[in-house]
């Protein structure tokens, strides 16, 4: 059974770094094919694709976020990691990890229960 | 970035009700398409993919259609569990984006 689960801060001061951690079971992001990503959704809005990090460590970011996005792995702890820096009030939401479907689509069947940022000074 | 939209933005119906949700993409995606539902304070739930592909455990009463720029959900007989927002998500190409969202609420 495939489980995530967002872990970080609830809160974070203007301009601070965010560090959010997904730990997974299930899976083994080192076999073929297999990815991980994250999404954000501000209260009320859509979902916001962020970042995707592949069994290769090959990484894919949204490009109105590359220059603030960083998304690694650590294959032996079952975990992602995200970090986004310079935040500000906008970056509120509740952020998402994700398993992708399947080794070759872009569909995403497993996702954590969510972890709710509030950026505020 | 490929744009999705949505429509309606919302609809009100009642159980039983079939209801059908339409997405547009703004650029070609052939099939590469997704429907999403979510539920207050849940994640969000894939019901479709590869635009018509039911997922695992899904109810029947779900279904997608369409392939390059128009896709739509049906809905075949609404039930109590199914009042919540459908998102639509192409997987075409880098960024993925998401459609903004139809609610299914109860008449």
């Known amino acids: 059974q495939i489980t995530l689960k967002e872990s970080g801060p609830t809160l974070v001061k203007p301009t601070q770094t965010l560090t959010l951690t997904c730990t997974f079971s299930?899976?083994?992001?080192?076999?073929?094919?297999?990815?991980v990503g994250w999404f954000r959704q501000p209260p009320g809005k859509a979902p916001e694709w962020l970042a995707l990090?592949?069994?290769?460590?090959?990484?894919q970011y949204s490009p109105s976020l590359r220059t603030r996005l960083t998304i690694t792995k650590d294959t032996s702890k079952n975990q992602v990691v995200l970090t986004v820096t310079d935040m500000d009030p906008v970056d509120t939401a509740t952020y998402y990890c994700?398993?992708?479907?399947?080794?070759?689509?872009?569909?995403?069947?497993?996702w954590g229960q969510g972890a709710l940022v509030t950026v505020s000074s | 970035d490929i744009q999705m939209t949505q429509s309606p933005s919302s609809v009100s119906a009642s159980v039983g009700d079939r209801v059908t949700i339409t997405c547009r993409a703004s650029r070609n995606v052939n099939n590469w398409l997704a429907w999403y539902q979510q539920k207050p304070g849940k994640a969000p739930n894939l019901l479709i993919y590869g635009a018509s592909s039911l997922e695992t455990g899904v109810p029947s009463r779900f279904s997608g259609s369409g392939s390059g720029t128009d896709f739509s959900l049906t809905i075949s007989s609404l039930q109590p569990e199914d009042f919540a927002i459908y998102y639509c998500q192409q997987g075409h190409s880098f960024p993925f984006t998401l459609g903004p969202g139809t609610r299914v609420d109860i008449k």
């Open positions: 994700t398993h992708r479907r399947g080794t070759s689509w872009y569909y995403f069947d497993y």
């Open positions: 990090i592949f069994w290769d460590d090959d990484k």
């Open positions: 299930g899976f083994s992001l080192s076999t073929s094919g297999v990815a």
